[in-house]
């Protein structure tokens, strides 16, 4: 009870709803592309649902978790995995290969995402619990597309792995949900990954038919000598998501609908 009580207190401040089936995350976790010489970060472990099979798994595991109290008890139920209390969005992400594994609060996946597939040193493979809705906005479609289904494709593959039933858990979700899978492609489909940014970035702020347009149109009308009328759109954007970010952290869960 105690700990169905700190589920619903953390749900509240931070949207989370855990999962309760430990047979449903075992599977899941031996379906994953996680093997015993991966080192993993997992978001928001919670009590440890996660935390447990994937310590069985893998090499190493590094879980980061906001809430103190769940943070301690995890530090003393694992000791073998590298509990870290604190908020993943400050973490330091490893410069060695890695991957991700985890069921995050829905209201910042969008910040989650856009931090891991942004960074210097992305992971190789990750697996998000996410909301259907907000997953399907990062899956190429062939009818209408985001900004970050055509942004992301180049350089991932974008998949959902699972469908969750809202049953499977706790507290119960209100929306479906899924397991995300963004898997590194073994050979980018861009060279020069700031440009095609400011470019998509640029094309979609000033063309209004620029979600008919399919990912791999985008990639052939990609041309480098129009670089210099694009320059600089990609990080405009993102500094306008960040402070639009700050105020959905503040509110329910909207962080998704950036890039749309």
């Not at 330091?92 to 996946?109: G, Q, S």
């Not at 759109?233 to 700050?246: A, D, I, P, V």
Request: hydrophobic residues 40%; positive net charge; aromatic residues 10%.
């Amino acid at each position: 009870m105690l700990f169905v009580n700190t589920y619903l207190a953390q749900e509240k401040l931070l949207s989370q709803n855990f999962l309760h089936d430990q047979g449903l995350v075992h599977k899941l976790v031996e379906n994953s592309s996680i093997s015993p010489t991966d080192l993993v970060v997992e978001i928001g472990p919670g009590r440890g649902i996660i935390t447990q099979e994937l310590a069985l798994k893998a090499a190493k595991v590094v879980a980061i978790e906001a809430d103190e109290k769940l943070s301690s008890r995890l530090t003393a139920k694992y000791p073998q995995v590298k509990v870290v209390h604190g908020n993943f969005l400050d973490f330091l992400l490893p410069i060695e290969p890695y991957k991700v594994f985890a069921n995050p609060p829905f209201r910042i996946t969008g910040d989650i995402i856009r931090r891991l597939l942004l960074s210097p040193s992305p992971p190789g493979d990750i697996y998000l619990v996410m909301q259907s809705e907000a997953a399907n906005k990062f899956i190429p479609s062939p009818k209408k597309n985001t900004m970050a289904a055509v942004l992301y494709y180049p350089w991932w593959d974008i998949t959902i792995a699972h469908r969750f039933e809202r049953t499977d858990f706790i507290p119960k979700p209100k929306v479906d949900c899924v397991l995300l899978r963004i898997q590194a492609r073994l050979k980018s489909l861009v060279n020069n990954k700031n440009a095609y940014q400011d470019f998509v970035a640029y094309k979609f702020i000033h063309e209004r038919n620029a979600k008919y347009i399919l990912p791999l149109q985008w990639i052939k009308s990609f041309d480098l000598k129009g670089s210099s009328v694009f320059r600089g759109q990609f990080s405009k954007l993102l500094q306008e998501q960040g402070r639009l970010s700050k105020i959905h952290r503040t509110r329910t869960d909207k962080n998704w609908r950036s890039f749309k």
